[in-house]
T-cell receptor
Framework: ETGVTQTPRHLVMGMTNKKSLKCEQH?????MYWYKQSAKKPLELMFV???????ENNSVPSRFSPECPNSSHLFLHLHTLQPEDSALYLC????????????FGPGTRLTVL | GQNIDQPTEMTATEGAIVQINCTYQ??????LFWYQQHAGEAPTFLSY??LDGLEEKGRFSSFLSRSKGYSYLLLKELQMKDSASYLC??????????WGAGTKLIIKP
């Protein structure tokens, strides 16, 4: 499946910068997810949106702020990040939250200096 | 707590067979997924098991035993392109996916 796209693919930012990650799905799904993937660790679910409404926030620090303007687009706004936030950020979508197979985008490799 | 265990790394030879194991302890069970992830790429869906037994899909098969909290992914006739990480994930009673850390599979000629 190549129906989920993410931009940018790579991002380097300083701790005082503000940046945004973008995800778009072309699969007609109603649920979208943000995950954090660090080396040799399990995927960490950050946020879930179902029909544009946030249904899950897994104790994510407020320096990460999601936005879902419609079922096809998902953003992750970043500000005042820490070096430990460096990771691969993956977006996924599914027909409905929690009930269906999730399809992933290629991710944004984030490095915080 | 909830836990998914899978080996960190495995090595196999081109043309051979390899079995990647996954054991889980979760709050309830509503299915188990296997994903493949090549370095720098998106995880891609391989298989889904919700009932006990073997599901075969071409060179890949996935097995589930709910009573043992155990699954394996079997890859036959290994090809160099099968070098990737293989992620096991279990959907719990709240329909949340609990992920393993992944198994990096290295294929040697």
């Amino acid at each position: 499946e190549t129906g989920v796209t993410q931009t940018p693919r790579h991002l380097v930012m300083g701790m005082t910068n503000k940046k945004s990650l973008k995800c778009e799905q072309h699969l007609g799904h109603n649920a979208m997810y943000w995950y954090k993937q660090s080396a040799k660790k399990p995927l960490e679910l950050m946020f879930v949106y179902n029909f544009k409404e946030q249904t899950e926030n897994n104790s994510v620090p407020s320096r990460f702020s999601p936005e879902c303007p419609n079922s096809s687009h998902l953003f992750l706004h970043l500000h005042t990040l820490q070096p430990e936030d460096s990771a691969l950020y993956l977006c996924a979508s599914s027909q409905l939250a929690g009930e269906d197979t999730q399809y992933f985008g290629p991710g944004t490799r984030l490095t915080v200096l | 707590g909830q836990n998914i265990d899978q080996p960190t790394e495995m090595t196999a030879t081109e043309g051979a067979i390899v079995q990647i194991n996954c054991t889980y302890q979760t709050s309830g069970f509503n299915g188990l997924f296997w994903y493949q992830q090549h370095a720098g790429e998106a995880p891609t869906f391989l298989s889904y098991n919700v009932l006990d037994g073997l599901e075969e899909k071409g060179r890949f098969s996935s097995f589930l035993s709910r009573s043992k909290g155990y699954s394996y992914l079997l890859l036959k006739e290994l090809q160099m392109k099968d070098s990737a990480s293989y992620l096991c994930a279990v959907r719990d009673s709240n329909y949340q996916l609990i992920w393993g850390a992944g198994t990096k599979l290295i294929i040697k000629p």
